[in-house]
């Protein structure tokens, strides 16, 4: 039997009384895309950071190709839900900025890597721009172009999409699938039922910090037996009934073949408005890790541009 690309075994995590993640076991093949979905609180993010080596595990462990990844050491990338670009420097030199920074690229590999990278989430022509001048779904690209410029071999992406207005999730979504099309390993934590049905392999539901269905991502969604996985996915059907549908949505229990068909529909808009990757905001003096800083929302926002 051949390695999993990934093992997360045991995976416990407990902060004082409360246990968020209570034993996960995943596996994951290289090439396979995983869908994590399931109701706020049930630990979809935690499961990401700890395979990431965000946050300390209580139990368990985590093997990339057999072995514990390092962080920082760019095997696993991170996209988050906020962007955490730069806003003083334009789309290119966010993401060079990055490479030389963890990478210690020289600068004119750097420029041209950047603008290898945004030209393959399709945003080359508005690599001078700064963040300000982007939406947020060029944002959320130039975020994942800062990302695939660090040749991870698996990147987790966090709600990529919950802080963009509908309209805008959609090419960031369309920049996942393409990823998916060219064999990334990716863990992708999603309210976009829709989205995970059709690029997923697999869907795994968390509820209560662990994982109750794992299966084919249109199994899951068309089977859907599981009684807590079959709420979640009413309340998410009624949540999304407002989209225009020819067709009228049931508010409760829509029996498996309708779950299904429905999950086509796009999903409401959610709260905020910024989502990301997660690069250190500054190299604090003597170097930093990238991972440790990933996603720190208390971290500096203002570093010097390279000079
Ligand atoms: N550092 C922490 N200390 C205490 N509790 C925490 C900590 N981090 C997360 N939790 C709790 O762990 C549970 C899982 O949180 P997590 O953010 O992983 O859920 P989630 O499934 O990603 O939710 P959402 O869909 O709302 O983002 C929640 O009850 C949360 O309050």
Known sequence: MTTPFLQAEKLERRVGDTQILAGIDLSVNKGEVVGLIGPSGSGKSSLLRAIAGLDPLTGGRVLVEGRTPTPGDGTIGMVFQQFNLWPHLTAGENVALALRLVRKMPRAEAT???RAMLDRVGLLKLADRRPAQLSGGQQ?????ARTL???PRLILFDEPTA???PELTTEVLDV??????TGMTMLVVSHEMGFVASVASRAAFLDHGRVLVDGPAKAVFRDAEEPRLRRFLSTYLQRVAWAPDPEPVPAADPGPLATFAL????AAPEGSTMSLLGLPPAAPPGGFSLLDSMGDPAAPKSPKADG
């Open 263 to 266: 999950l086509q529909q796009p």
């Open 140 to 144: 959320q690209r130039v975020a994942i």
């Open 176 to 181: 996942i699938r393409g990823l998916a099309e």
């Open 112 to 114: 041209e890597r950047a």
């Open 163 to 165: 802080s963009l207005d």
């Open 149 to 151: 410029a660090m040749e």
